[in-house]
């Protein structure tokens, strides 16, 4: 009997997002967060997309073209959609008690909705029987657009972080900051993708690798920050 082209996509979708969570996960395993939390904050991201694509499609309509400017309103949408999801749920409970917290949440969130976004796009090509397709976008997906929205997310988290013993106004403005950063970020590589033949699309991803990298140290640096000692 073969499998249902929609289960096939939700495997493909789900599957890697739970690979790279339990890689973060990892990253907090010395203060590990509830797991309800966590599959809260996966869940919440995941349900996020049912906002975030009507308004992407909404917004569509006042772009003549799908160009720079449309990619880049949609890079905005999604990043305001994951750390609302985020903000909706966990980062403002009691357990998020330290800074890299927030950096773990905001990935969970990305990893949630990532996970439903590489389901939509896998159930394309796999209906329409192209096997091959849905292979090579599931590979692209979980090794480079999965991991962009994690980046992207984590930005945002690493603001929080940054910001954690901070008053409450300066949170406000350094959660704001964060999420523009990380849109610039998603917009950039929107544009980078659609201005390289696909034959070059593979090294784009390059970018989003580095750029992992490099919060990995950020990450490690996170973990040791402490509340600063008030001077009487």
Known sequence: MP????????????????LW?????????????PRRL????????????????????????????????????WAV????????????????RRENDEPVDSVIYMVVAALGFSSVENALFLLNPDVAGQLGATVLTGDLRAIGATLLHVLSSSIVGLALAASFYRPRRERVLW???????A?????????????????????????????????LAALEYVKRMRRPVRRR
């Open 183 to 215: 849109s610039v970020l998603h917009a950039g590589f929107n544009i980078l993708i659609i201005n390289t033949k696909d034959a070059y699309l593979f090294h784009t991803f390059v970018f989003v690798w580095i750029g992992i990298v490099v919060l």
């Open 3 to 18: 499998v249902p082209p929609i289960a096939i996509a939700i495997l493909g979708g789900i599957l890697p997002a739970l």
């Open 175 to 181: 959660a704001i900051s964060g999420v523009i950063l």
């Open 77 to 92: 949408i999604e990043e305001t959609g994951k750390y609302l999801a985020a903000r909706l749920t966990v980062l403002g």
């Open 38 to 73: 966590i599959a809260l904050a996966f869940l919440a991201g995941a349900l996020s997309i049912a906002i975030v694509i009507p308004t992407e499609k909404f917004v569509a309509g006042y772009f003549a073209l799908a160009g720079a400017a449309m990619f880049s309103a």
């Open 21 to 33: 969570l339990w890689f973060w996960l990892r990253e907090d395993s010395t203060h590990p967060e």
